[in-house]
């Protein structure tokens, strides 16, 4: 199959990369550094260095034989996005290309612009450049959990039956995000549905919980091929925050009552759940949507999680509620179905004391780089 892959510089896009040429796939990646531009201009740098994408093909290819193409520019022009799709010929597109945090879009109005601007505009030109040029593509986007939110009833896998006066009908599920990064995710699916209703197109929107892990059967090949490990409040997921905090002796800062609950998911699940969603597509005219995680956590019992292997391993681990930054719920219901992606065939990886150590050992082998500062808070939303 041939496979593109837009925003191959990220955590996600780089695994997946390697995961599809390892397997015999024809892999073409495209990025144009936004993450690596905003980290900088954020003091928001990852743990380790990771060379540039190009630089991180070649070592692939010489260490594994397996070649990717690779394209260095911006999926928001889409002249550019175009021109790739026209010669490379997809058969399926895995867009991750976007500005993926919440903080850094509920910063000012600059960040704000940036985040709409380039997320719903690579959304519309992956649509437009699939319908020019390859019709029978399947678009596989990545959306999030966080287009939920967290109301009091079960959340469905993205479609609900509504019965109203008598009448039913089933709709997308109500979806009420907590950022303005969510929100574009909510545009997205809305662009996408509408397109997949009057256009026919074929689309798996992938509605993904946090992400954590740097393990892959390629990422562990050799240390140049480890993906982007931020742990700061820009770009850092709450698993890598803790993981670091313990780490740098200071104390895992919970964000206020800790009770927010979120479904996650191992890095090797993510690259699993793509390969499932490529290799068994929905028909033309039908946007499939898929919860994409495999266990849930509250922030409280994470912090636990971390500071209880971090004791195993000699680490004094301190916990610590602060002001949460953030306008969410502290105390909430949270049920949501995710049947599909195991029926599809998903065997999850679940985040158990040996996965913890794993990561807090790499952590602890970077341990002079770690910059405490960048940790706590520095973007209010509340
Ligand atoms: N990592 C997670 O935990 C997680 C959870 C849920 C959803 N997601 C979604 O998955 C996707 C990938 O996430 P990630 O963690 O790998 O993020 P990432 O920032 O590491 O990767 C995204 C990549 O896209 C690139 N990009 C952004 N805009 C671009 C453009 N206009 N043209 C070309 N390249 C562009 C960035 O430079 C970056 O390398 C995102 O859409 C994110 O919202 C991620």
Redesign the pocket.
């Known amino acids: 199959m041939r496979v593109l892959i837009?925003?191959g510089?990220?955590?996600?896009?780089w695994p997946t990369a390697m995961h599809f040429a390892a397997r015999g796939h024809e892999a073409f990646v495209?990025?144009?550094?936004?993450?690596?531009w905003i980290a900088r201009a954020t003091s928001s740098e990852p743990l380790m260095d990771n060379p540039n994408l190009e630089e991180r093909v070649a070592i692939f290819g010489s260490l594994s034989n397996h070649r990717i193409g690779c394209a260095i520019?911006?999926?928001?022009d889409y002249r550019f996005l175009e021109r790739v799709v026209r010669e490379f010929r997809p058969e399926a597109i895995v867009h991750?290309?976007?500005?993926?945090s919440a903080p850094y879009s509920m910063r000012g109005y600059e960040e704000a612009r940036l985040t709409l601007n380039?997320n719903l505009n690579?959304t519309f030109n992956a649509i437009w450049a699939v319908l020019e040029h390859a019709p029978e593509c399947h678009i596989i986007k990545?959306g999030?959990m966080g287009e939920y939110g967290t109301p009091d009833i079960d959340i469905e896998e993205g479609w609900i039956e509504i019965e109203h006066k008598g009448r039913k009908d089933t709709f997308l599920f109500p979806r009420q995000a907590g950022s303005l990064y969510h929100t574009t995710?909510v545009l997205d699916t809305d662009l996408l549905w509408f397109y997949v209703r009057t256009f026919g197109l074929r689309v798996t929107d992938l509605m993904?919980?946090?992400?954590y892990g740097l393990s892959s059967d390629e990422c562990d090949i050799d240390e140049r091929l480890l993906p982007?490990f931020h742990y700061d409040d820009i770009f850092g997921?709450v698993v890598n925050r803790f993981l670091v905090q313990a780490v740098a002796g200071v104390p895992l800062t919970v964000y206020g009552k800790g009770g927010q609950t979120r479904g996650y998911l191992n890095l090797r699940d993510t690259l699993q759940c793509i390969e499932l969603a490529a290799t068994k597509p929905p028909e033309r005219g039908e946007l499939r949507i898929l919860n994409q995680f495999t266990e849930r956590f509250s922030v409280n019992e994470l912090a636990e999680r971390v500071q209880r292997v971090g004791e195993q391993l000699g680490l004094d681990v301190e916990i610590r509620s602060i002001d949460n930054p953030r306008k969410e719920r502290e105390e909430h219901y949270y049920n949501p179905v995710h049947h599909g992606l195991r029926e599809l065939g998903l065997k999850p990886h679940l985040m158990t004391d040996e996965v913890l150590a794993g990561m807090l050992r790499h952590v602890l082998r970077c341990r002079g780089s770690i910059d405490t500062k960048k940790i706590l808070p520095r973007v209010r939303w509340a």
């Open positions: 837009l925003g510089d990220g955590y996600l896009g495209v990025d144009n550094y936004l993450r690596r520019g911006d999926c928001a991750y290309a976007e500005q993926p380039n690579v990545l999030t995710k993904q919980g946090p992400v982007n997921t």
